[in-house]
């Protein structure tokens, strides 16, 4: 009886042990996940009937078929992506989780921690701590998604908002800050999933 009590006590251990992220950040952080992917694929649709450089993305990567389509998912999942993003930030202000896990910041730990990962000797001792690549890479994406979401107001409604448009320096600029930002987050996407494959292996 003794050693199936120390037998189950264990496995509840190790379970705990394997949940390296409070529930509320994991619900969250997927619901951001699909959000952002149904927001990408669909801007890659609006972006190809008004191209701002000399290429256009294949419709096997678009989302909405067409220019309306488009902007209805696109309209769909940008509420998704304020209301959820706004609930994370607020947590993440509230909790102190922000504090704890993206400071401090150093540029010596920055360069240290990029050099281990190029060459794959980057600890994973504690997968709830986070590296300071990782703390810089989670950090600017807060900081790029407060930036597309204004700037894709300012490009919703440049008239009604024209105070928020002349903050990037109008529309045409604003345009190109937005689709800056889109490449950020894709980028950020890449890495990010490249990280936590690492980490897992």
């Given at each position: 009886m003794t050693s199936l009590t120390v037998s189950d006590e264990q496995v509840s251990a190790a379970k705990a042990a394997k949940i390296i992220q409070p529930a509320w950040v994991r619900a969250l952080h997927w619901t951001n996940a699909v959000a952002m992917v149904v927001m990408i694929m669909s801007g890659w649709?609006?972006?190809?009937?008004?191209p701002?450089?000399?290429f256009r993305f294949s419709h096997m990567i678009t989302l909405g078929g067409w220019l309306g389509g488009a902007l209805l998912w696109h309209f769909a999942a940008m509420w998704l992506l304020m209301v959820n993003g706004l609930i994370y930030l607020a947590l993440g202000f509230a909790t102190g989780r922000?504090?704890?896990?993206?400071?401090p910041i150093t540029p010596s730990g920055?360069?240290?921690?990029t050099k281990a990962a190029l060459t794959f000797k980057l600890a994973?001792?504690?997968l709830s701590k986070y590296n300071n690549v990782q703390k810089l890479l989670y950090a600017g994406i807060i900081i790029v998604g407060v930036v597309i979401v204004l700037s894709g107001l300012s490009i919703w409604k440049p008239v009604q908002l024209q105070?928020?448009?002349a903050l990037f320096g109008g529309y045409d600029i604003a345009r190109y800050v937005?689709?800056?930002?889109?490449?950020?987050?894709?980028?950020?996407?890449?890495?990010?999933?490249a990280l936590a494959s690492d980490a897992r292996a």
């Open positions: 649709q609006i972006y190809n009937a008004s701002l450089f000399d922000f504090r704890k896990k993206l400071l920055v360069i240290s921690d994973h001792d504690d105070w928020l448009t937005h689709f800056i930002c889109m490449s950020l987050i894709v980028a950020f996407l890449v890495v990010h999933v």
